[in-house]
């Protein structure tokens, strides 16, 4: 499945073990910074075609996912909500409430990706079932 992500390598110890060619790890610190689309793997893993000959591999802690407009997030009664990545920060959301008419009635607020999904977990995740003894 393809998505918009941003290379976000804090620590190129790692790969610098991994990695023996020179030219493979410039790739990845050309990458390092800047918006892609990748296909993202089912086991988190995001692959990006960086030249049309070469790719690199980014674990899910060497990449964020990216919503570079702001995207219709749902109605709270006759506003919507909307979200877009939040570009002074990689790892927050913007959120913000608009009219009808598109116009906006409430300023746009960042909060952390972790929040975000934490609050997502608590709401609308599954709760284990207690076994009784």
Do not use: C
């Not at 990695?19 to 993202?40: F, K, Q, S």
């Not at 909060?111 to 709401?123: F, G, R, Y």
Request: hydrophobic residues 40%; glycine residues 6%.
């Amino acid at each position: 499945m393809a998505k918009r992500i941003k290379v976000t390598i804090a620590d190129f110890a790692s790969l610098k073990e991994v990695l023996n060619n020179p030219e493979e790890l410039a790739l990845y610190e050309t990458a390092n910074g800047n918006t892609y689309d990748a296909d993202i793997q089912h086991d988190g893993f995001a692959v990006i075609d960086v030249t049309e000959d070469d790719y690199i591999e980014l674990a899910p802690g060497e990449y964020q996912l990216m919503i570079e407009e702001w995207t219709n997030a749902g109605q709270i009664g006759d506003l919507t909500l909307q979200t877009k990545s939040d570009p002074a920060d990689d790892t927050a959301l913007l959120y913000r409430s608009v009219d009808a008419a598109g116009n906006e009635v409430q300023a746009p607020q960042s909060l952390p990706k972790q929040v975000v999904e934490l609050v997502a977990k608590t709401w609308f995740g599954k709760t284990a079932k207690k076994i009784e003894e």
